[in-house]
């Protein structure tokens, strides 16, 4: 059995800031509401005509993390996609990402778990490395979510909250046991698959059948629902729950932490999780201030830049925990 570790990360988001402010005078909202609410102040939105896409912001990202990670795209043997908001129905932005960076014939395949689809992703990647199958595996999270977005009052309570971008992290085999990713628990629970959720389009809303029942476009399937409240209590629950679980089966307990990236879900989810857990400040890395919520890129965005910020050293214990639509939950425990 091998053992698999991160050689290099990367991350990118579009150039377009989006403040509180800019998106009152698109809706009724307030800068105050949102910071209070969920500590964002701003979020990168891709803006018409600037090239980025789903893809083409995974390949940005894939790009600093292939040349961090020294490793060639050439031996790449995998490449794992994990996001929501895809640039076609069909087929994956794995695909589209192996022909934009010139990669042969390996095998790709997109990961639809939403906010925590890095984790599900990585621990894929993880799989495969671990019984030797592949060497080293691409792993992406990246969301366009300002083109599905309803910017009327109408989606104001989803809308100010999600945001733009791409983080990715080259996997490869550990040479030194012990050091890598130690163990990935990955859960979800389908009864509250529609708390969350994008109904269509879809083989169950297509959108001529969409415009024909809503006439008056009150009732839109085509933008995403979310039960807050709802959510927000499942995910401070199922984040504890998953740490624990993921250190206990390490022998490690929370003191053991270094830093503990959380999907950037919400300020307030990260601040009660850091709390329940009685983590310090330096334990603990936000930055969903400057993103907004990016789904299944936040957590390798927050985790390039707590790297590059020298957050994170050689032989520390980093913790990565996400909760999102499904629902779906999951930790990664990582040896640095
Ligand atoms: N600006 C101003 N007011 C807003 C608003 C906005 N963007 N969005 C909603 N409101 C209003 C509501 O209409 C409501 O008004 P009312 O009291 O007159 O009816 C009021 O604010 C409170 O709405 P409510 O939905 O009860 O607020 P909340 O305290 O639950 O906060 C969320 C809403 C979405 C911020 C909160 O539920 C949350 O963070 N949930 C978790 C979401 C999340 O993390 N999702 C990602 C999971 S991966």
């Known amino acids: 059995m091998y053992q698999s570790k991160i050689a290099g990360l990367g991350s990118y988001v579009p150039e377009n800031v ?12 307030n800068d105050a509401w949102i910071q209070e609410r969920t500590g964002i102040k701003e979020r990168r939105h891709i803006k018409k005509g600037d090239g980025n896409t789903t893809a083409v912001m995974g390949v940005k990202a894939a790009k ?3 040349e961090r990670s020294k490793i060639s795209k050439d031996d790449i043997d995998l490449i794992v996609f994990a996001t929501l908001s895809p640039d076609l129905y069909f087929p994956g932005c794995g695909v589209q990402v192996q022909e934009m960076l010139d990669i042969d014939t390996c095998p790709a395949l997109d990961v639809r778990n939403q906010c925590s689809g890095f984790i599900y992703a990585l621990s894929v990647a993880d799989q495969f490395i671990k019984t030797g199958m592949y060497k080293n595996v691409l792993v992406i999270g990246s969301e366009n979510h300002s083109g599905g977005l309803d910017f009327t009052d109408r989606g104001r309570s989803v809308s100010v909250i999600f945001g733009d971008g791409a983080g990715a992290a080259v996997l490869t085999r550990s040479n030194h046991i012990g050091q890598g990713i130690l163990s990935t628990h990955l859960h979800s ?4 698959a529609m708390e969350l959720s994008l109904k269509g389009p879809s083989t169950l809303h297509w959108v001529p059948e969409i415009i024909a029942e809503n006439p008056q476009g009150d009732d839109i399937p085509y933008y995403p629902y979310m039960n807050g409240q709802f959510v927000f209590k499942n995910a401070i629950e199922r984040f504890s729950e998953v740490i624990h679980e993921g250190l206990t089966a390490n022998g490690l ?9 959380p999907h950037q879900a919400n300020l307030r ?11 310090s400040d ?4 936000n930055n969903i201030q400057k993103y907004g919520n990016t789904t299944a890129a936040s957590i ?5 830049e707590a790297w590059e910020q020298g957050k994170i050293k050689e032989g520390d214990l980093v913790v990565l925990a996400a909760f999102g639509s499904g629902f779906t939950w999951g930790s990664a425990i990582i040896e640095w």
Do not use: C, R, Y
């Open 18 to 29: 989006v403040t509180n402010d800019d998106l009152s005078k698109l809706m009724d909202t």
């Open 64 to 66: 600093i993390a292939l």
């Open 253 to 261: 307990e929370v003191k053991d932490i270094n830093m503990l990236i």
């Open 189 to 192: 629970e389908g009864k509250h």
């Open 269 to 279: 989810i990260s601040q009660f999780i850091q709390k329940k857990l009685d983590l």
């Open 300 to 304: 390798p965005i927050a985790l390039t």
């Open 282 to 285: 330096d334990q603990v890395f």
